[in-house]
């Protein structure tokens, strides 16, 4: 079979989780909405890798499309999220997530 | 025949429609003529069916033309139906023509008001009503009926709406006839319940004693409310607010007579709860002595010929109530033309008078309008049924009932109507004598002005010549100790359960004439003659000034603990418990919503971090769980 | 024909929202989207066939297969009528806010469209979960109604009508998923009868605030202060039938022996209702006072009616709820036109309006007239079968019942009083005008429905149930 061949599905889903963590870790902690989003994608990709290594290891395709449609919303969510920063550099508005604070209740 | 039933109901609302939807393209006079004319149409209805049904013979004298299913719910149906029989046609003939000449009249007496179409839409609307009530095929329908009349008469009484008076009157009109409304559609219910119909027939059907007295508890309250009888008659003297030829027609012809309609109509239930039909005589008699009584003292000349109709209406009641159903409608009928003729002329005098009804300013009429008075004189005499005139036919045989019912209880009542006699002559002429005998007073003759010669004074005077003529010849129909075609031609439909013999009828008629006249002579001794003063009894003055203390009393238990109980509700439940409730409840949450809205920073990454950190506890949760 | 009804107004909603169109525009169009509605409507009524009864018009396509969910929408004989009412009103009110104007005339025009569309749905859905979400879509557009084009105090309004019609769909959401999973589908038509008190309570609770019943009403009186008047006239005249038709299709029909456990309840809640409305709007202030408190106690008698499940009672509830939707209708467009000449609804303050105003006078006393239930009207017809019904079940109900009837013709004629009679009001100036054409032409209409009514009260209780045998009806859960 060749799901057995190459390395075990725990390898895969270490890196994924490897990942992920990273992701939400600057997520989390930094303050640059370019790097939030940055993060947020490599979020994404641990996520996307998990898929693709469980549609490996069972065989079934639906993981990797579940991927592709991951990458594609990823995509659009690039396109919103560098538009916002484009639209905040224009107002001048300093790039520091945490002074965009409106929604508190 | 049955189209003549149904133009008769119709065709008042036709006009009544017409000029409510023509607004200012009918010009004044013409919507007069219209409703007037509507009217007469309808008496031509009426005697067309009259003639019909002497066509046939007597025993098939009954039919009931179906227009469609007005009513249904289940099994239970009502159609929108006329009834065509002996009652109805006599009814109908009796509403529409004695109608007709009222709204003729009121040509005249309204000329030259501001809103002379309203009130013509509403007194078309009114026969109709009227016809409504006396042609319903149904009990439901003439309940529709009933409504309708109580409905029309608000609107007549409150005509003149910048009164607040008037406006008041109309009001306790209204209400006191929807108290009688609400007791009959109760015993509808019950019948409902019993019987799954509401035609006439199911009356006739067998009901145990509890059901037939509350049923005709029932359709009582509604007639006892309509006719203006005790305990629910103080409405009818307020109505005297309304236009005159307002209070000839609910007084007179039509509405106040509905109770005894109503009572004949049903007389089968009232004659399987006998008690409540003596309790019928005994309301009647109750109201005949106190309404005559009140009268005595009254000084608005409209009010004491209203209360003579609450008396006379007692006489009729006691005639229905013993069981004498056709004299009963005949004294409806015989009461209709002269009561009309006295309302009518009493408009004459306050016209001239320039709308003034004190009768303690006018005086000396006689000589300035003689014609008046002659008219007024027959009414008179034919209200306290002074031979040969109307009311001495129908009067004195509804006295020979209450004589042939017998017992104590039959006797009583007699008494109570003899009695009743006298006072219906004193007050009568007692009237008569302050309003037209001796001089002039100087008010009269300040503000006195003829009628002229013109169609103003035609229409009011050619109704009153026909009602004139009426109050004498119209009893001779009927002389109850020798001929009797009312009672033939009603008997298949409300067969009387008492027959009074010979001697009962004239000892009834020999002492009613000599009490009647003892009481005009009582009268022309006090207030034509001036030989005895007044007699001053403070106390009974001031009870009989005060209506027997109707009003108060209904104030005082009634009206008042409804307002203040409204007045607690709002107060003590609404406000407090059920509008601030949700003020509260509303306060609440937005204090709670400030409390967790807190949580909210505005920062992403704490959104993220609640996000993560509660996705790792559930994950840790789960894998403990599993 | 059923998905025409529900499509055709959010379509023309749609149209509206989106279209840059100008005031004028957009107002013609959305009257003209809801005559079209009207006429939808009456193709309906000639083609339902009355003689068969049952469900006409069912057009089912599967939405949620797992769950038996399944959009599912139909007519019976009455819902034919409510359809009627509620396409009939909502015309009057478009047309009367068209014709006052109101600001951002777009958003507004198509959110009544929407209403519309939604109050439809709800009228014609056979599916639970369709139900609730049409009966949720119908309270949005209210509350975004009542909220912004309200009057000065429509923010409480508007958080005590959300947070109790919040509250009350809360408990019927609950109430229908427990009851669609024990019994397998959603499906109103397939689904069987239950014998659960929790469910049958969750919904008639849900149904109890909105119709509404005392002592839920805590919300009525704001809610109908505050909105514009022919927000007003929507909600009691349409909006609360919704309440009515839930008690009618789902509480009784669904749930015979819990209805027959609580009926004593419920009745008494409904004759306190009755009465203590009835109370409430003699003492009212101010015009809308009077007629919001007169629509609780008509809600009353109209839930006693479907409570008492018999023919009587049911034919009676159904024709009392048209009688009693056009007619507060027409007496929240009134109370709209009078505080429009006067700027006041305060009944000491007005007086006198009829001099000289003869079409004002005529609509409102033919309006109060047909509200106190005068006999020969319609509403009497409703009224009567109502408590001949509910007298089957206890005579003292029916007692209830008569003393309000007293208490509705002392209240109506108050206001008729207040407004049209005596000596003419502060408020009220010399130059505020009688009723203008359009004005005639939005209430004359739904007069004329109530007039054609009085005639022919029968059209509504002969066809309404199969065969006019509603209590079979009911006991075989209209199948």
Same mark, same amino acid.
């Given at each position: 079979m060749i799901a057995l061949l190459g390395p075990e599905i725990a390898w895969y889903l270490s890196v994924a989780a490897f990942l992920f963590a990273t992701g939400a870790f600057g997520v989390l902690v930094r303050r640059n909405p370019l790097i939030v989003l940055l993060s947020l994608e490599i979020m994404l990709n641990g996520a996307n890798l998990a898929l693709i290594g469980f549609s490996r290891n069972l065989g079934d395709g639906g993981g990797q499309i579940f991927a592709l449609a991951v990458m594609a919303v990823a995509a659009s969510e690039v396109v919103v999220g560098l538009g916002l920063v484009v639209a905040l550099n224009r107002k001048r508005i300093t790039l520091d997530v945490d002074r965009l604070n409106t929604l508190r209740g | 025949m049955v189209w003549g039933a149904w133009i008769c109901l119709l065709s008042p609302l036709a006009a009544s429609c017409l000029i409510t939807l023509g607004g200012t393209r009918v010009s004044r006079r013409t919507a007069g003529w219209l409703a007037t004319s509507a009217c007469f149409v309808a008496f031509a209805g009426a005697v067309a069916s009259f003639v019909g049904l002497l066509t046939h013979s007597a025993s098939d004298r009954q039919f009931i033309s179906t227009a469609w299913t007005w009513i249904s719910g289940g099994s239970y149906q009502s159609g929108l139906s006329v009834l065509i029989d002996p009652l109805s046609t006599f009814m109908m003939l009796v509403v529409a023509g004695v109608g007709a000449l009222i709204v003729w009249y009121s040509i005249g007496y309204m000329d030259g008001d501001d809103e002379e179409r309203r009130y013509f839409a509403y007194m078309a609307l009114f026969v109709f009503s009227m016809l409504l009530l006396v042609q319903a095929g149904n009990l439901i329908l003439l309940l529709a009926g009933w409504g309708m009349v109580g409905l029309s008469s608000y609107l007549l009484i409150g005509?003149?709406?910048?009164?607040p008076s008037a406006i008041a009157a109309a009001k306790k009109a209204f209400v006191m006839n929807a108290i009688g409304d609400a007791t009959m559609a109760l015993a509808f219910f019950l019948l409902i319940q019993q019987g799954n119909s509401l035609e006439f #027939?199911?009356? #006739?059907g067998e009901f145990s004693s509890t059901v037939a007295n509350l049923v005709a508890l029932g359709l009582l309250g509604g007639a006892v409310a309509k006719s203006a009888q005790i305990p629910l008659h103080t409405w009818l003297p307020d109505a005297m607010e309304g236009p005159t030829p307002v209070s000839a027609l609910i007084h007179a012809a039509t509405m106040v007579t509905a109770g005894v309609y109503l009572i004949v109509r049903t007389h089968a239930i009232f004659e399987q709860a006998p008690k409540v039909a003596d309790l019928a005589a005994g309301l009647g008699a109750a109201t005949l002595l106190v309404a005559g009584l009140i009268a005595l003292v009254q000084v608005d000349i409209k009010r004491v010929i209203a209360y003579s109709t609450m008396s006379q209406i007692g006489y009729m009641f006691l005639g229905a109530g013993v069981g004498s159903y056709p004299n009963a409608m005949f004294h409806l009928m015989t009461h209709a033309f002269f009561k009309a003729l006295l309302f009518m002329t009493a408009g004459i005098v306050i016209h001239a008078l320039v709308d003034e009804q004190d009768i303690r300013k006018m005086g000396g009429l006689r000589q300035l309008a003689p014609k008046t008075y002659w008219a007024f004189l027959v009414g008179s005499l034919a209200l306290v049924g002074i031979?040969?005139? +109307?009311g001495f036919f129908s009067k004195d045989s509804i006295l020979a009932a209450a004589m042939a019912k017998g017992g104590v209880y039959g006797y009583v009542l007699w008494g109570i109507g003899l009695a009743g006699t006298f006072l219906t002559g004193l007050y009568t002429f007692r009237l008569l004598f302050i309003v037209f005998w001796g001089e002039p007073s100087a008010f009269v003759r300040e503000h006195f002005h003829p009628l002229g010669r013109d169609v103003v004074a035609f229409s009011l005077a050619i109704p009153v010549g026909v009602l004139g003529v009426l109050s004498v010849i119209g009893g001779w129909i009927q002389f109850s100790p020798w001929w009797h075609p009312v009672e033939t031609w009603l008997r298949t439909v409300a067969e009387p359960i008492v027959s009074p013999s010979s001697s009962q009828e004239w000892t009834s008629i020999a002492l009613s004439l000599l009490l009647g006249l003892t009481g005009i002579g009582v009268a022309w001794a006090v207030y034509g003659a001036h030989r005895v003063a007044v007699p001053r009894v403070v106390w009974a003055q001031r009870t009989l000034e005060h209506k027997f203390y109707f009003d108060e009393a209904y104030d005082a238990l009634f009206y008042a603990p409804s307002v203040a109980l409204a007045k607690f509700l709002r107060r003590g439940v609404e406000q407090p418990l059920i509008a601030d409730s949700g003020r509260d409840l509303g306060d609440d949450t937005r204090d709670l919503g400030g409390l967790v809205a807190r949580a909210q920073t505005g920062l992403v990454r704490t959104y993220a971090l609640a996000i993560a950190s509660s996705v790792a506890v559930l994950a840790i949760v789960f894998v403990i769980v599993k | 024909m059923t998905t025409l009804l529900i499509c055709l107004p959010l379509a023309a909603a749609l149209i509206v929202w989106v279209l840059p169109l100008n005031p004028v525009s957009a107002g013609s169009l959305s009257l003209l989207a809801a005559l079209a509605e009207v006429g939808v409507w009456i193709q309906l009524l000639v083609r339902y066939d009355f003689a068969q009864g049952g469900l006409q018009f069912s057009e089912q396509h599967t939405w949620i297969n797992d769950l038996g969910v399944s959009y599912h929408v139909g007519v019976y004989g009455f819902s034919v009528w409510l359809i009627g009412l509620t396409v009939i009103v909502m015309a009057a009110a478009i047309a009367y806010a068209f014709w006052a104007g109101r600001e951002r005339a777009r958003a507004y025009m198509g959110l009544m469209l929407f209403l519309t569309g939604a109050i439809v749905g709800v009228f014609v859905a056979q599916d639970l979960l369709l139900f609730y979400a049409f009966f949720e879509a119908m309270l949005i557009p209210l509350y975004i109604l009542v909220g912004v084009w309200g009057g000065p105090g429509r923010l409480g309004a508007t958080l005590k009508f959300v947070l109790y019609t919040m509250a009350g769909s809360l408990l019927m959401l609950a109430a229908i998923i427990v009851y669609g999973l024990s019994e397998g589908t959603f499906d109103l038509v397939a689904i069987g009868p239950s014998s659960s008190q929790w469910i049958f309570l969750g919904f008639v609770a849900a149904f109890a605030i909105k119709a509404p019943l005392f002592p839920l009403h805590g919300w009525l009186p704001d809610a109908y202060r505050e909105s514009s008047p022919e927000v007003a006239a929507v909600l009691s005249g349409v909006v609360s039938k919704a309440a009515a038709y839930g008690f009618l299709r789902i509480a009784v029909t669904k749930f015979p022996q819990p209805t027959h456990d609580f009926r004593a309840p419920i009745l008494a809640l409904a004759a306190t209702g009755l009465i203590y409305g009835s109370l409430l709007a003699f003492r009212a202030p101010d015009l809308r006072g009077v007629v919001a408190y007169s629509s609780l106690a008509q809600m009353g008698l109209i839930t006693m009616g479907v409570f008492a499940v018999n023919d009587l009672g049911l034919d009676g509830s159904v024709l009392q709820m048209v009688n009693h939707g056009l007619v507060s209708a027409t007496l929240f467009l009134l109370a709209g036109m009078v505080e429009r000449r006067t700027l006041t609804g305060e009944l000491g303050r007005? #007086?006198?309006? +009829?001099r000289g105003r003869p079409a004002l006078a005529t609509v409102l006393l033919t309006a109060g007239v047909i509200a106190l239930a005068v006999p020969l009207s319609s509403a009497f017809a409703g009224e009567f079968l109502i408590l001949a019904g509910i007298f089957q079940r206890g005579w003292g109900w029916a007692v209830a019942g008569a003393v309000a009837i007293v208490l509705a013709a002392m209240y109506v004629l108050r206001l008729v009083s207040a407004v049209l009679h005596r000596d003419v009001g502060p408020a009220v100036s010399d130059s505020a005008l009688d009723l203008r054409p359009a004005e005639l032409g939005v209430t004359v209409p739904l007069l004329a429905c109530l007039l054609a009514l009085s005639v022919w009260p029968a059209a509504i209780t002969q066809h309404s149930f199969h065969d006019d045998h509603a209590a079979d009806d009911v006991l075989t859960q209209f199948k």
């Open positions: - | 005509f003149w709406h910048q009164r #027939g199911v009356l #006739g031979f040969p005139f +109307a | 007005l #007086g006198g309006m +009829a």
